[in-house]
């Protein structure tokens, strides 16, 4: 066709979009809505991702480089920036020869040198810009306490310009002064010009002088003080809840050098042989070669990144890649039927086109036309809503994100991909309507009348072995038995609804055999159906289209819960109460007692208060701020552990984990346990059994009286004993990388008590037993049982009241597992009927105007004015009915194959039989297919009867 031909379609279509713009705005919507969205997350991804001088910038502010030490005497090789990777060699891991260390030059200069002065030496004329990130640490708030990082900085000097940014107030310029993050304020309850006390130092409160930004995390508490003012006073041993680390002396520094001065990557490479990693800005903005680089080497030697996951394999990509691509296929069918009334609207014009000379092709363009200037109308509209959408909520974006953009990037490439994806949309809509339009009879067209054909049985027959065809490649992809898991889920999820699609012809010939056994009306809207497949089969296709995204979603969806109703273990009885001290602030147990008061007057009606005492050994690291004070645990008896966790795991190779954890028996029993700061053995009576774990025998009280241990699972009870492992702490400083602590193991006489979820590795004992075992320990939290679960209000009342004296405290009431998932199916479902009942309600309207003639010679042979209301409903109900029930059936392709997906790349040895079985579980939820399948037709039926007009208007008979 000549371009001519191409630019008097496009007018005939802009003028018909003019004409008809409630259609033409139903287009431009849908196809709008996905483009929004893409290019809406295309401006923000690339915004949020750093271009090389934004990055440096954010690494080292206005610095030359970053200079950090991890282990005094190490090697360590780097990429060109190290936060993508780097290998550390400690100095215990070097060779030895003859029994000592065989230490090269560099690294016996950074043993007997302070890092500091090394670093001095190794750049002359530099200068060295401390700072240091400590560990979090308890501080106090308006209320209570909350944990907070502790940086230390002079951020007066504009150095730090870009790293860290004075938002709000002034620098510190005293030691008693602070800056702090927002998060911080947000909180603390606290403002500029308030005062907080790290825990342990109390008596020397900080003043708050303003807010300060690390732009790459808005989310971390932060204290930020200068060199020297915090983090050297804090207490090392004592009540220093929270304490996760302790950083000894300045191990990292900005360089600042002149003017035109950097440092390249040779220099790099040898700060990396005295143990310095080096984040230099000139190496980041202009990167060595790829054999230049020491680690790239030793990476390649040892095969490193060869085993990872293909990216189009992963499952996160496959299930956006197919959520993506059928969104848009679901887009192309919703759009079909409006162009389809366009092309009907337009019949007559269409017709007097090809009488006058017009061929196919010409034909086929005008309704393309309106398919190309519906799409780059939508695009343009959608794309253009993306990037104000994200413009204007930037600010919200960025504090959702956690970190601030870089510069609003808008590559034009990604936005003319995107502007294709809508015209290709609008253009794929409008290809089913243009051949239908081509193919009509000339004749027929100028009268008004259909040219009736029978349904092609070599479509239906493709459409057959495309259904086929694409659902084994969706659900055998999934597994990974041939090609990209993505494509091979996307493609056949796509070809199977394609298949259905094409069927859809000869299944509305096959639904019309049903119209003998139906009353009048009903008979005469299926017949009608059926004799105007050109009009039905859109319509159906799109109502098909919505409901197989609403049930791929709602198996999907329903399949997860199930999986996780399966993995959910209770932490105690139902109606249970419990709070934990948990690993915040308040972690140590000090603030219990006004815990226990807030739970207590906030919650009424909790009878019985059990306190739970943890068991620990060499003291309790939580209370001691210590990182390693032993470890207590309830062991299996070793004929009964599994291999791959057992103590000789280190001898095993990968294939044998593979092997055990696919043969062994033992390693595929699942363990219950829960997640919560009580430990492994817990010391109380037989009010902790009661409440805690549902145990009523009052034989499980005595035992623990009597000193015994009271186990829940019966593999950790064997011939009436109890193993109870002491594992040793580990030392300070760097240890070799196969140390392993030493372990002691106890025997308790036990008992065994059923629970009413049977956790495993839990045992209870007295405090007794605990003084005669030579242990100690500590109070780690309450729980009540009361007779009936505390109202919501109660509970968000004891929330706030905890919330406000220490962040981090674990409460729960234990109501059984409880689905977040039931709004979205609800929702689905509506959204499906909505959109649904719109594409059953346009092909109604055309039907009703294409069945006016048959109305007016119902109403010359005496039928009754209602029949009008009828017809309709029922043609409205029909079309409804026939896409429900194929969208029900093209629906379940893409859901079961995804829940294959997530299945097979979920597995690790040593999974249990139980896990793996909820990992694949398919579940179909028949209360919403059913509403759907049934209620939606009837609903169709009632709408289309009511707002459809009785009169018939007599016409005059033609030809």
């Keep these: 066709m000549k371009l001519s031909s191409w630019r008097v379609a496009l007018r005939i279509a802009r003028r018909d979009a003019l004409r008809a713009k409630g259609r033409s705005a139903l287009v431009v919507a849908m196809v709008a809505l996905p483009v ?5 997350a295309d401006v923000v991804f690339r915004s949020a991702d750093l271009d090389p001088v934004e990055k440096v910038v954010r690494t080292m502010g206005q610095s030359a480089a970053e200079l950090r030490i991890l282990d005094r005497g190490a090697v360590v090789l780097q990429a060109p920036d190290p936060a993508v990777d780097f290998h550390v060699t400690n100095a215990e891991e070097t060779k030895k020869e003859n029994g000592q260390p065989a230490y090269t030059p560099e690294q016996r200069l950074s043993l007997d040198t302070e890092p500091g002065e090394l670093a001095r030496r190794l750049l002359p004329g530099a200068t060295l810009v401390p700072f240091r990130e400590g560990p979090y640490v308890a501080t106090t708030t308006a209320e209570g306490l909350t944990n907070v990082r502790i940086s230390e900085a002079d951020l007066a000097d504009p150095v730090w310009r870009g790293r860290y940014d004075m938002v709000k107030g002034r620098a510190p310029s005293a030691d008693h002064e602070v800056a702090v993050s927002q998060e911080f304020l947000n909180v603390s309850g606290l403002r500029i010009g308030d005062r907080t006390a790290p825990r342990g130092l109390e008596a020397t409160p900080f003043t708050i002088t303003g807010v300060a930004e690390y732009p790459g995390d808005l989310r971390t508490a932060t204290l930020y003080a200068r060199p ?91 299930i956006l890649g197919t959520v993506v ?136 027959l493709l459409g057959l072995l495309m259904l086929g065809g694409g659902s084994a490649l969706a659900l055998l ?28 012809p000869y299944l509305v010939g096959l639904f019309g055999r049903i119209g003998r056994w139906l009353p009048l009306g009903p008979r005469l809207a299926l017949r009608d159906s059926v004799r105007h497949r ?33 993995e959910y ?16 602030a308040a972690s140590d147990g000090s603030m219990l007692s006004q815990q226990r008061g807030a739970v207590q007057n906030s919650v009424p009606g909790l009878g019985a208060r059990a306190d739970i005492q943890r068991v620990n050994y060499q003291g309790d690291c939580m209370a001691a701020g210590r990182q390693s004070c032993g470890h207590v645990s309830v062991a299996l008896p070793e004929e009964r552990q599994c291999p791959i966790w057992g103590k000789n795991r280190r001898n095993l190779s990968s294939e044998d984990i593979d092997r055990l954890g696919r043969e062994d028996p033992r390693c595929k029993e699942r363990v219950l346990t829960r997640g919560n700061s009580f430990g492994a053995l817990q010391s109380g009576d037989a009010t902790l059994l009661r409440n805690l774990y549902g145990v009523t025998d009052p034989a499980a009280g005595q035992a623990v009286a009597e000193g015994k241990a009271v186990v829940f699972d019966e593999r950790y009870l064997k011939d009436g004993k109890v193993l109870v492992e002491l594992t040793e702490p580990y030392p300070d400083g760097p240890v070799d990388s196969d140390f392993e602590p030493a372990v002691r193991t106890l025997t308790l006489d036990g ?60 409460f729960e009431v234990e109501r059984g597992f409880r689905s977040q998932n039931d709004l979205i199916s609800l929702g689905l479902t509506a959204f499906a009927g ?20 048959d109305l007016t010679t119902l109403a010359a042979v005496g039928a009754a004015p209602r029949i009008r209301r009828t017809l309709s409903g029922f043609q409205c109900g029909v079309i409804a009915a026939m896409g429900t029930l194929l969208g029900a059936v093209a629906g379940v392709v893409p859901a079961v194959a995804l829940r294959k997906v997530e299945a097979a790349t979920s597995v690790y040895p040593g999974m249990s039989l139980q896990e793996e079985a909820a990992k694949g579980v398919v579940v179909f939820p028949w209360l919403n297919i059913g509403v759907t399948v049934v209620v939606l037709p009837l609903l169709a039926v009632a709408l289309a009867a009511l707002l459809t007009r009785s009169r018939i208007s007599l016409l005059r008979r033609s030809g």
């Design 228 to 318: 020297g003012a915090v983090l050297d006073k804090l207490p090392s041993n004592g009540p220093r809840a929270g304490v996760t680390s302790v950083s000894e002396g300045v191990t990292r520094w900005l360089v600042k050098l002149p003017a035109g001065a950097g440092i390249d990557w040779p220099k790099v490479v040898e700060l990396n042989k005295y143990g310095f990693i080096a984040t230099s800005r000139a190496v980041l903005l202009d990167p060595p070669a790829r054999s230049e680089v020491p680690f790239y080497a030793y990476q390649d030697s040892q095969g490193g990144g060869s085993s990872s996951t293909p990216f189009f394999d992963r499952t996160a990509v496959v």
């Design 325 to 460: 691509g059928m969104a848009l296929l679901e887009i192309v069918l919703l759009a079909g039927p409006a162009f389809a009334v366009g092309a009907r609207r337009s019949r007559r014009q269409l017709g007097l086109l090809a009488a006058g000379g017009g061929d196919r092709a010409q034909v086929r363009a005008v309704v393309l036309g309106g398919g190309v200037v519906l799409g780059l109308t939508g695009a343009v509209v959608g794309l253009a809503g993306g990037i104000g959408l994200v413009a204007l909520l930037r600010t919200r974006a960025e504090e959702s994100a956690g970190q601030r953009f870089g510069h609003f990037d808008l590559q034009p490439l990604d936005l003319l991909g995107i502007l294709l994806i809508g015209l290709v949309t609008g253009l794929l809509a409008a290809v089913v309507p243009a051949v239908q339009a081509s193919r009509q009879d000339v004749v027929a067209a100028l009268t008004g009348r259909d040219n009736l054909k029978p349904p092609s049985r070599k479509l239906a």
């Design 569 to 584: 273990v209770a932490a105690g009885p139902a109606n249970a109460v419990i709070l934990s001290s948990g690993w915040g």
């Design 477 to 504: 992809g999934a597994t990974g038995g041939f090609g990209s898991r993505s494509l091979a889920v996307l493609g056949g999820s796509v070809v199977a609804e394609l298949g259905m699609v094409a069927l859809t």
């Design 534 to 566: 050109g009009r039905t089969a859109p319509a159906v296709a799109a109502v098909m289209a919505a409901v197989a995204g609403s049930v791929a979603v709602g198996v999907y969806v329903a399949s997860t819960t199930e999986e996780h109703r399966r």
């Design 36 to 40: 929004l969205g893409v290019a809406g």
């Design 834 to 853: 909505i959109v649904a009942l719109g594409a059953a309600g346009i092909a109604t309207g055309l039907a009703a105007a294409d069945s006016q003639r």
């Design 751 to 810: 008992v065994l008590a059923t629970a009413q979820s049977s956790p495993g590795g839990t045992a209870v004992v007295g405090p007794e037993t605990v003084r005669r075992l030579g242990l100690t320990s500590s109070d780690a939290g309450s729980v009540w049982l009361p007779d009936s679960a505390p109202a919501d209000s109660s509970e968000q009342r004891a929330r706030a009241a905890l919330a406000k004296l220490a962040d981090g405290t674990e």
